[in-house]
């Protein structure tokens, strides 16, 4: 739940710490959901644990980049959410259907959390010129790493043509990312700021809307493991684990205990 879980004790009211606590909450969920999901294909979620420990595993891109500050948390609401929403509720009619049933809870959670992030961009930005400012610096942080997170162009990816023709994906990620920037052009509007890419059109004849170039190289290298923050972020991870071990022994000591009871009484019976 990094990075939105540093800012849980430094969120400006008690009623904005409650929100974003209630996020972080409902990423938690989002994390077990696919976990679960990814075992029905014969992986022990253990195994999948520790390959993500191990820095075996791929995880989003997206949480390798630092949140420096509150107004980055309506950034990554309003942005990093709603990329996911863009990219997700395709996937609610995905072929395999343990992922596509849990996309149906993650998005209608999701639309809560980019509702979030939106009214807090809303808020700093009719606020002071400072606060406006530091919103419109989140926003700058935030927009490149976010159309990256719908993955590689299409000529680049090579695992957009499988998933479609498998029926996982219904959109290439192309067409995603420009439908995505569609929809933030409208809402800036609303917020009073801009998007930082000049390059940003509307495109008459395809009726779309069309982006300028990103930065490739600094998306492989994040997947790589060389991005701003993978390395804090893997060794929080295998903190977390670590503390929590102890939850871990005391469950499966009273899973032990209840099944030797049953046992016990099935064997009186």
């Known amino acids: 739940m990094q990075p939105e879980a540093n800012w849980i004790s430094r969120a400006p009211s008690l009623k904005r710490k409650a929100i974003l606590m209630a996020k972080v909450q409902d990423e938690a969920g989002h994390g077990l959901y696919l976990y679960s999901a ?104 935030w927009y490149a790493p976010a159309l990256m997170m719908f993955g590689p162009p299409d000529d680049d990816s090579p695992n957009s043509k499988q998933s479609m023709a498998w029926n996982i994906k219904r959109f290439s990620n192309d067409e995603l990312r420009n439908r995505f920037v569609g929809m933030m052009m409208e809402q800036v509007k609303v917020l009073g700021l801009t998007l930082p890419d000049k390059d940003i059109r509307f495109n008459e004849e395809t009726k779309k809307w069309e982006h300028g170039p990103l930065d490739w190289d600094e998306f492989h290298e994040v997947l790589a493991g060389r991005g701003p923050c993978n390395a804090q972020r893997l060794e929080r991870r295998r903190e977390a684990h670590q503390n929590g071990a102890w939850v871990r022994e005391a469950a499966a000591a009273y899973a032990e205990k209840q099944a030797m009871k049953q046992a016990e009484k099935e064997s009186a019976a």
Request: glycine residues 8%; contains cysteine.
């Open 38 to 141: 990814a075992e029905t294909l014969g992986q022990p979620r253990d195994q999948m644990m520790q390959d993500l420990m191990d820095g075996k595993a791929k995880y989003s891109s997206i949480f390798n980049y630092p949140a420096r500050t509150w107004a980055d948390m309506g950034a990554i609401g309003w942005m990093v959410d709603g990329a996911a929403i863009a990219n997700q509720v395709p996937l609610c009619r995905a072929s395999f259907g343990p992922y596509g049933r849990a996309m149906v809870r993650v998005c209608k959670e999701e639309s809560f959390h980019q509702r979030q992030g939106f009214e807090i961009l809303l808020e700093l930005s009719n606020g002071t010129p400072e606060q406006k400012q530091m919103a419109q610096e989140a926003v700058n942080r």
